[in-house]
């Protein structure tokens, strides 16, 4: 699905560099963790796979295009990716609804089936009880089911989740994780998941560590040591 040659990224005129040459290849259906320490590129990464940003070299194909050559790099991330943010992203002033079917004005489908498919995505999360509450009347948790119902929205190929659990405490953090392992499971996507907490990246079949922005470590065994 997505394969990546001598990707690099440098920032500030190339005093900084956040991809070092990496090389890697992600198969249809797989759940990948990218596991490193601040700094180590894992979110830079994420964004090139989810056309937030363009390589400074080297190229990066989904199912053999380049996505620095797409025509329409918004259409990419509307058809195909879903978004899963640690900060949640939601719009304050619309309510979980709305907030769900933003993605959706990217398709045609029609006000009453945005409206339909917006709350039957929140109903899979457990929130078919807050659908017009706003952000600001929502635990941390259930803003992240939200976010999780919106990033659904397009039926998309893939999920990129950056710190998914980072802003919640343990409970719900367990609670999102299961959440996004079963969506991935039973609708077979594909998920990578950019954490630095090891316990959550041993729930992944297969682990890249990152460290100043090379791939240290790449097998689908669990790390010893981070």
């Known amino acids: 699905m997505f394969e990546a040659t001598g990707l690099t990224k440098e920032f500030d005129e190339g005093h900084v560099q956040a991809l070092r040459g990496v090389d890697f290849c992600i198969a249809k259906g797989e759940f990948v963790a990218v596991i490193g320490a601040s700094g180590s590129g894992k979110t ?44 949640f992203h939601l719009l304050p002033t619309f309510t979980a609804v709305e907030n769900v079917q933003m993605p959706m004005f990217e398709t045609n489908l029609t006000a009453a089936e945005r409206q339909d498919r917006a709350i039957s995505l929140l109903k899979s999360v457990g929130l078919e009880h807050r659908l017009d509450h706003f952000p600001a009347k929502l635990s941390g ?7 999780i119902a919106r990033s659904l929205a397009n039926r998309p190929s893939v999920l990129l989740a950056d710190e998914p659990t980072g802003n919640l405490d343990s409970e719900n953090a367990e609670i999102i994780l299961e959440l996004i392992t079963r969506i991935h499971r039973e609708q077979n996507m594909t998920l990578v998941l950019v954490t630095h907490d090891l316990t959550i990246a041993r729930q992944a079949s297969r682990m890249i560590q990152m460290k100043n922005g090379r791939i240290v470590h790449d097998q689908g065994t669990p790390l010893t040591a981070v």
């Open 44 to 87: 830079t990464l994420l964004q090139m796979l989810g056309a937030l940003d363009r390589p400074s070299a080297g190229t990066l194909h989904y199912h053999g295009n380049s996505i620095s050559d797409l025509p329409d790099p918004s259409t990419y991330r509307a058809r195909e990716i879903g978004f899963i943010f640690q900060a």
């Open 141 to 147: 948790g259930e803003r992240q089911r939200v976010a």
